[in-house]
């Protein structure tokens, strides 16, 4: 199978019902996304399908023949994107493993609405779980990339 | 974060005052251009290039920030030179034990001394160098500094010239007097590896031939495998192998549960292959168990005495006498860690060793386990320390190090296991629930004359020792022991409780049981007297003095700390619960739909009072609206850090109080994802967290657990504030109701 992910196309033996985190993680050494739940429940292996969030660990490979994958990897090629900028000025990770996750749920966020209301960053990013409760800063971090505080 | 080999040769080991090892003697003989290395903490590279050693576990808590920042400060270094070296598992590097709130608390002092050691030395070959009294430098941003003639000389200079000096006995040298009691305002370091994806985390690592395995453990504790049909598992392309590994006897311990392994190219593939094992398990003693027939027989234990633990006065006969007596029971269902990371660990066993890759917060402790499962001499296996996905104390029972350990010996390759959500939450090492019947007695004139607490929970020690039911001294001395009660009859009674699962410590640990009840109890007297909770509990904690074991009638564990060093101060609840009272505006008319709530809690050597803000959530029970809180750690590092353990500690707690329930049918866990096992999301977050942090010169204590234990019952309170609704058993919000 054909997969590309963050622009590179990659030749993948991996089964065909295999969800894309597994093909990353397992296959691609991109370990950058992370398992959290394996049911679309915690957004800890949130990635890009053609720019739109999605939870790669439901997300079967087969189903993504002719479309581009973008990681954490992939946001920026060097860590510059105003997200991960934000998260630096506000210090918001602590254990720091959802936090790919989170950053790849608010770029999305951000493309489609680039100033968001603190009511659209909460509903946005309801999907994904912060178990060591950074949520305030990640809210504030959002809000700053965004140009709104 | 692969740690350079630091040379072992020259280091004696010893004990300072605080008990921790150090390095002492004369470093290796450096030839020039060889770095400065006094002891395992410091190695200056002659192009000044400083790396610091970080002997505990990142887990959130941001010890890899604060170490190595009070090395750094010690020693006079310029931070942006600092290099961090994570230690691997290894007992030169001191109790490594990342749990208990303990990194700062209890190194603290060694780890000053350690740089000192190094900063003296430093400051002895530049006055040479200088030609001037030692008495006249200072190191200052990575330079030793003679002020008066403007003269300096850079570290790295110098790091030859120290090196072929003598190492002093750390407890003689100088520490610097300009330590500040606060700490700094630092940056958090490596902030880009998480937020690029860099960061390697437990399940990140990968080794060339690495395989992984999906394990399938004993359904109900105590199951053993009658027989397994394979067959199907092993026709799934790309597994590798199917093991069978024991089931073990009590005392779990740190002991993997045993199981069935499949070995697979990937862990999809390890998965779907592990559900199509066969497997039949024996009968176990918990086959009948469910929470809701342990809850009932627990709240009859309750209602009956109990084995007395903390007996002043006659409680039972001030209760008869009394002209008031107020009663309620409190329940915390068992609670799972959670942390988003599930377990993780590689292992590669090698004709002459091991090698461990592992989120642990104990890498020692995991280094004995692998050797003594493989038969090698703990010198044969290395345990490297990733990055930890949140920890909590799930990750200090590294038995999935020994599962990967066992395996890869198997199979012959290096090999990854991956515990599934699933597996976390339903074969973990669970948070005890508890059951707690309160009664207070007040005479005529309404003064608090009789406490009486009877408590039945499952004991971490059952996991230890199969014979042990009750709950042990460590486990009281969270929150019932060691409460000030200046009443003069008082009773805490324990029940034995048939344990149904691995009990295990959890962040905050049993205090969250017996702050939510003590807290929530206090409010309900309160009431019933008509007076604001924090002037209650001044009166009912007794005016400012320090708590004497005498006092309160019990020894005092104190989390090990010395009752000297660490006593419990009434004046310093006194001002936590003021700063908060002040600062949350509690006695001010609440905003129309709003209410708040107050509780403080001692715990870890460190005072936190807290007050939570809630209204109506459109769903039903609490939303939460703004959260203060006021923490008196005493001597604290990274200020940063420390306001974010206390924020996070908000989120925490507030999961604790929605959602937190693990309960069991049939003896198994029912809850097996995020689905049944909610965590509070953003939207569920409070609009604001304001955090004070009062520290002044006391010693030490710890910060990652005390923010826990007030959260949930000052969110209680603040919804009997509310709707007059008293919730007593937690959670609000029952998964299965």
């Known amino acids: 199978m054909k997969l590309t992910v963050n622009g590179t196309v990659h030749d993948v033996d991996a089964s065909p019902d295999t969800p894309l985190l597994w ?32 939870r790669s660990c439901v997300l079967p490979v087969e189903r993504l023949q002719g479309r581009a994958v973008t990681t954490i990897e992939g946001l920026s090629p060097d860590g510059s994107h105003p997200l991960q900028q934000a998260w630096a000025r506000h210090a918001v990770p602590q254990c720091g493993y959802c936090q790919a996750g989170q950053i790849m749920t608010a770029a999305a966020l951000l493309e489609e609405v680039p100033h968001p209301s603190e009511a659209q960053v909460d509903r946005s990013m309801a999907t994904n779980i912060c178990r060591c409760g950074t949520y305030l800063r990640i809210r504030a971090a959002i809000l700053d990339a965004a140009g709104e505080s | 974060m692969n740690a350079p080999q630091l040379s072992r040769r020259g280091f004696l080991i010893g004990s300072v005052g605080t008990g921790a090892l150090f390095a002492l003697g004369a470093g290796p003989a450096h030839a020039a251009g060889k770095p400065f290395v006094p002891n395992v903490w410091v190695r200056l590279e002659p192009d000044g290039t400083l790396h610091l050693t970080c002997n505990r576990s990142e887990m959130g808590q941001g010890v890899r920030s604060s170490i190595p920042a009070l090395l750094a400060e010690e020693m006079g270094a310029d931070r942006a030179r600092v290099r961090v070296v994570q230690a691997p598992g290894d007992p030169v590097y001191g109790d490594q034990n990342t749990d208990g709130s303990r990194s700062i608390r209890n190194q603290y002092e060694m780890l000053r001394r350690m740089a000192a050691v190094a900063r003296t030395m430093l400051e002895h070959a530049g006055a040479r160098q200088l030609r001037v009294p030692v008495g006249e430098v ?73 395989l992984t395995a999906v394990i399938v453990r004993p359904p109900v504790l105590g199951a053993a495998l009658l027989e397994v049909d394979d067959g199907a598992a092993r026709a799934v392309p790309g597994v590798h192998d199917v093991v069978t590994m024991p089931v073990p006897a009590p005392p ?49 234990q309750v209602a009956q005495p109990g084995t007395p633990r903390r007996q002043r006065g006659d409680a039972e006969n001030a209760l008869k006498r009394a002209a008031n007596v107020v009663e309620a ?48 001499e703990e010198d044969a296996v290395r345990v490297n320390v990733t990055y930890l996905g949140a920890a909590f104390g799930r990750k200090s029972k590294p038995d999935y190090a020994v599962e990967a350990a066992h395996l890869s010996q198997a199979v012959g390759r290096p090999v990854r296991v991956q515990w599934l959500r699933e597996d976390a939450m339903r074969q973990g090492y669970f948070h005890a629930a ?122 005092l564990w104190n989390y090990g ?67 203060w809180v006021v923490a008196d750690p005493g001597r604290i590092v990274h200020r940063e850090r420390v306001r974010a353990q206390l924020e996070g500690a908000v989120l925490f707690g507030a999961s604790v109080a929605l959602y937190g329930h693990l309960d069991y049918q049939g003896g198994r866990v029912r809850a097996g994802n995020f689905r049944e096992y909610r965590l509070v999301r953003m939207h569920e977050a409070p609009r604001s967290i304001d955090v004070e942090v009062i520290t002044d010169g006391h010693a030490p204590g710890g910060i990652g657990e005390p923010g826990v234990p007030p959260v949930a019952p000052a969110i209680a309170n603040a919804w009997f504030a509310l709707t007059r609704e008293r919730v007593r058993e937690l959670p609000f919000h029952p998964p299965h109701a």
Request: proline residues 7%; glycine residues 8%.
């Open chain 1, 23 to 54: 093909v990353l993680r397992d296959h691609l050494g991109l370990t950058g996304t992370k398992y959290g739940c394996g049911e679309a429940l915690c957004g800890a292996c949130t990635v890009h399908v053609d720019g739109r969030a999605v």
């Open chain 2, 329 to 376: 029971t409190y329940v915390v269902p068992h609670l799972a860690h959670a942390a988003l990371e599930p377990p993780a660990a590689v292992a590669e066993v090698t004709a002459t060793g091991c090698e461990v890759w592992i989120n642990t917060q104990t890498p020692q402790r995991t280094r004995s386990l692998v050797a003594s499962r493989l038969g090698l």
């Open chain 2, 561 to 627: 700390a010395p009752e000297g060093e660490h006593p419990i101060d009434i004046a310093r609840y006194h001002r936590v619960i003021d700063a908060v009272r002040e600062r949350s505006a509690f006695d001010a008319p609440p905003v129309e739909g709003r209410a708040k709530g107050f509780a403080v809690h001692r715990s870890f050597l460190t005072y936190v009072a807290c007050v939570v803000e809630v209204s109506r959530a459109p769903g039903g029970g609490p939303k939460l609206e703004r959260a």
């Open chain 2, 138 to 210: 200072a190191s200052v941003a990575h330079e030793v500094v003679h002020a008066s003639s403007g003269r300096a000389v850079p570290f790295g200079q110098l790091a030859a010239a120290a090196a072929a000096a003598k190492v002093p006995h750390p407890d003689k040298v100088k520490l610097r007097s300009d330590i500040p009691p606060g700490g700094w305002d630092l940056p958090l370091v490596e902030v880009d590896e998480w937020t690029s994806g860099r960061a390697q985390f437990g399940a990140d690592v990968q080794r060339p031939g690495m």
């Open chain 2, 252 to 300: 779990y311990a740190f002991q993997p549960l045993g199981g069935v392994a499949v070995v697979a190219r990937d862990t999809w593939t390890a998965k779907k292959a592990s559900e199509k094992l066969r497997l039949r398990w024996s009968e176990s003693p918990h086959d009948d168990a469910t929470w809701a027939a342990d809850l009932a027989q627990m709240r009859e």
């Open chain 2, 434 to 555: 508890s059951v707690q019947a309160l009664s207070a007695g007040f005479d005529d004139e309404g003064a608090l004359t009789a406490w009486r607490q009877r408590i039945a929970s499952p004991t971490i020690g059952s996991t230890f020792d199969a014979a042990r039911h009750e709950l042990r001294d460590s486990e009281l001395g969270q929150g019932l022991s060691d409460l000030p009660l200046a009443v003069p009859h008082v009773s805490f009674e324990t029940h034995a409780v048939q344990e149904r699962m691995r009990i295990g410590w959890m962040r905050s640990v049993y205090n969250i049981n017996h702050a939510f009840a003590v807290q929530g109890f206090l409010d309900e007297l309160a009431h019933h007297r008509g007076v604001p909770l924090p002037d209650f509990i001044k009166t009912v904690y007794g005016p400012p003095r320090v708590v004497s074991a005498d006092e309160l009638g019990v020894p």
